[in-house]
C-alpha cells in the first residue's frame, strides 16, 4: 500500500512538472523566426509590388502624353515651315527640312505631298497597323493676301522606343532596388525578432528543458518593459509557486506514507487479532458443536424411545407426552447448532458446496411438506406457484433445501394466524429465481440491513413476543452468496414481506420437468 501511495504521488509531482512544459512547447515546433518571416516577407513584398508597380504606371502614362504632345507640336511646327518651300516649289529645301526633322530619335518617319497628293519628300517609315495613335496628319496651308489655300499635306510618324527602354530601364532599377529594400527589411526583421522575441524565448524554453531533465526550476533571466518581459516574469512567478506547491507536496507525501505505514502497522495488528478471534470463535464453535452434538444425539434418542414404548408402556400417559417435547426440543437445539456452525463456517470462507444436479420444483414441495405442520398449528396457509417447464440446477441440493426451509420457516414465524405463505418460482429463459412471500408484520427500511447481521433482531412492539436467534436470514445470505447468487427483500411494515433468491445463468441445466418425461 506505501508503495502504491508513492507512485501516486510520484505521477502528481511529474504531472505538475511537466504540466507548463507540455503547454508551452508541443511535440514538433515550428520556427518562430520562419513564422515571422512567412507571414511579413509576402506582406512586405506585395507592397513594394504595389508601389512599385502604380509608380511605373504614372511614369509611364505621363511619357506617353508627352510622346502624342511632342507629336503634335512636331507636326504643327513642322507644316507652317514647310508652307513657302512647297509653295514655291522647291523640293530640295523641302527634303532638307524633313532630313533636319527626322534626326529627332523619337521621329520614325516623315512624309510631304502635295494638294494631288504626289510625295514630295519623305524621311523614314510609316506603319499605322503597329502604332495607330502614334502618327499625325496636318494640312500644309500658305496665306496670301487675298486667300489661304491648302497647298499639300504633312504626316509624322513617331515611335515609342525611347519610352519603352526607359520603362525597361526604370523596371530592372526598381527590381534591384526591391531586392535591395526586401533583403534590408529581412535582415532587419531578424535581428529585432531575435533581439526582443528569440532570445528571449530561448531562454525560457531552456529553463523549461532544464526543469524537465533535472526536476529544479530556474528562472528566466530576461527584464524588458514589453510583452515579452512581462510572459517572462509571470513564468517565474509560477516556477516560484510550483516551486513551493512541490515542496508542500513532498512534505505531505512525506507525512501521508509515515502516517500511512503506522496505520497499516495498526490495521495489520488489527486484522491479526481479528483473525486470531475468529480462528479462536470458529474452533470453539466446532468443538462446542461437537460436545454438544453427542449428548443431544443421546437425549433425543432415547427421547425418542420413550415417546415410542420401545422399552414397554409407561405407567402415566403424560411422560408420553414429556418424551415427545424433550424429542422436539432437541432437534430445535440440534438445528440451531448445525446453522450457527455453518454460519460460522461461511464466514471463515470454509463451507463446502456438495454440487450436483437439483430439481428446484422438487426442493420447494419437499420443503412446504417439511413446514406444513407448523403452518397448521399456527393457522397459516401455505401455496406454490411452479411453472410446467422448469431448467435444471446445478447445485447443492441441501443447502437449497436450507435456504428454503429458512425462508419457509421465518415466513411462517412472522405471519399471524388466517395469513399466506407461499413459494414461487420464475424462469422467463434468463433469470432463475425463486421467491417466499408471506403477509406478515413485514419489515420497517431502515431495519433490512439490521435483520441481515446474525444475531440481530428488530427491536418492536410487533416482534419482540417471536422466538429466534436471528441466524435463518444471515445464513441464507451467505448460503445464496456461496452459490454466486443474490439475495432481496422487498417489506412493507403491517403488509408482509419478499424474499427473492436469484442464482446465476452459469447454474441453470435443461429444463428437469423434460427431463422427468423423457426418463
Known sequence: MRSRIRASARIVEGQLLGT??????????????????????????????????VFEYTAHKQAMEDLHLK???????????????????????VKLILAATADDPDIRGIAVYDDMGNLIGAVGTFDKSRMPGLIAERDIVFSTREQVEVIGRLIVALTDARVTAGTHHRVLLAGALAVLLLMSVVVSALIANRWTIG?????????????????VRHPVQWDSHDEIGAVARAFNR????????ETELRQARDNLERRVAERTAELARARDAAEAANKAKTGFLANMSHELRTPLNAVIGF??????????????????????DIAESGRHLLS????LLDLSKAEAGKLELDEGE?????????????????AEAAGVSLHRGVPEELPGLYADERKIKQVL????????????????????????GTHLRFSVTDTGIGIAREDLEKVMQPFAQVDSSLNRKYEGTGLGLPLVKSLVELHGGELNIHSEPGRGTRVVVQLPFERVRRPATAARQAS
Open 71 to 93: 507629336l503634335r507640336r512636331i507636326a504643327s511646327n513642322q507644316s507652317a515651315v514647310l508652307a513657302e518651300s512647297v509653295w514655291n516649289l522647291d523640293h530640295e529645301r
Open 336 to 339: 440451531l447448532i448445525n446453522d
Open 238 to 245: 509560477m516556477q516560484a509557486r510550483q516551486q513551493r506547491y
Open 20 to 53: 507548463s512544459a507540455m503547454r508551452l512547447r508541443p511535440p514538433r515546433m515550428r520556427s518562430v523566426r520562419a513564422s515571422f518571416l512567412a507571414i511579413n516577407v509576402p506582406l512586405v513584398l506585395m507592397a513594394m509590388m504595389a508601389l512599385f508597380g
Open 405 to 428: 426451509l429458512n425462508l419457509l420457516t421465518n415466513a411462517i414465524k412472522f405471519t399471524p394466524a388466517g395469513g399466506e405463505v407461499g413459494a414461487l418460482i420464475e424462469w422467463d
Open 358 to 374: 437439483v430439481d428446484l420444483a422438487e426442493a420447494v414441495e419437499q420443503s412446504l411438506a417439511m413446514v406444513q405442520p407448523r
Open 199 to 215: 532570445i528571449p524565448l530561448q531562454r525560457l524554453l531552456d529553463s523549461i528543458d532544464r526543469t524537465e531533465s533535472g526536476g
Open 303 to 324: 427421547a425418542e424411545v420413550l415417546e415410542g414404548e420401545v422399552l414397554g408402556p409407561m405407567a402415566q400417559p403424560r411422560y408420553k407426552d414429556y418424551a415427545k
